[in-house]
């Protein structure tokens, strides 16, 4: 059975997977337009104006590994039994923000009920 923090990586590994995808999209559709003569930046003004550049690929890169510290550091805190039982348990500020974490993909078909903050 998939752990939460399995899960939570595996999003993020997609999400990363999605936005380099996107970055390689948008820079080939700028290399084909500039190639017929016009303006070779527009994937990146489509971008940028999008929700303030909340799809900008550069962004989403940032927040998955933003995203990656906080599981693995939540990892390493569970191998420290003498951490573990004071700042990761079940009931735990830390465990709480990964459950609130995994709720952006609530609708994964991976994603368990249990983890429902």
Sequence with gaps: ???LTDFLLARIAEDEADARQLA???????????AN?????????VVSTLHGGAFD???VLAECEAKRRIVTTYLEMTTDEETAEFM??????????????????A???DYREEWRP
């Design 24 to 34: 390689v999209d948008l820079d080939r559709w700028d290399r084909e337009r500039a």
């Design 1 to 3: 059975m998939m752990t």
């Design 88 to 105: 990761v348990g079940e009931s735990s500020i830390f465990r709480t923000a990964l459950l609130d974490l995994a709720a952006i993909y």
């Design 37 to 45: 003569g016009a303006d070779g930046t527009q994937g990146s003004i």
């Design 57 to 59: 690929p550069a962004r």
């Design 107 to 109: 609708g994964h078909a």
